[in-house]
């Protein structure tokens, strides 16, 4: 049972590190020094990262997690490695100090469209073949 607890200490340390890093890399996303193509991957991980609607939604069993589980700390690795380590390096010290994450409606709105594209494209195939 001790070890069950130190599992889900580090979970918890795992995750307060993965969203320290996603408002880090949103800070980054905006930062005029950090180059465009670092700066394009940390806009659409951050608009994602901080969007209330998943792409995969949780509710759905298994994959419904991926995307937090795997892809966004993916999408966090890759701009941290785009971005060069001092401006890195201060932005994750500006996020710990600033416990809160914004939110990203326009990141929102377009995930709302995507399902609702998918869904009716579905549903144009279904009756219409």
Not at 2 to 28: E, M, P, T
Not at 84 to 105: D, F, V, W
Request: with cysteine.
């Amino acid at each position: 049972m001790h070890s069950l607890s130190g599992i889900g200490n580090r979970l918890r340390q795992w995750a307060g590190l993965v969203k320290r890093d996603v408002h880090a890399v949103y800070l980054a996303s905006r930062d005029p020094r950090v180059p465009w193509y670092a700066k394009c991957v940390a806009v659409l991980v951050a608009a994602y990262a901080l969007s209330p609607i998943d792409l995969i939604p949780d509710f759905i069993p298994v994959i419904g997690y991926l995307d937090d589980l795997i892809l966004l700390p993916l999408g966090v690795l890759l701009v941290i490695r785009l971005v060069p380590p001092g401006i890195m390096a201060e932005h994750r010290a500006t996020a710990e100090k600033h416990n809160r994450l914004p939110q990203n409606r326009i990141a929102a709105a377009l995930i709302i469209i995507l399902w609702v594209a998918g869904i009716s494209l579905l549903a144009w195939q279904f009756f219409v073949i």
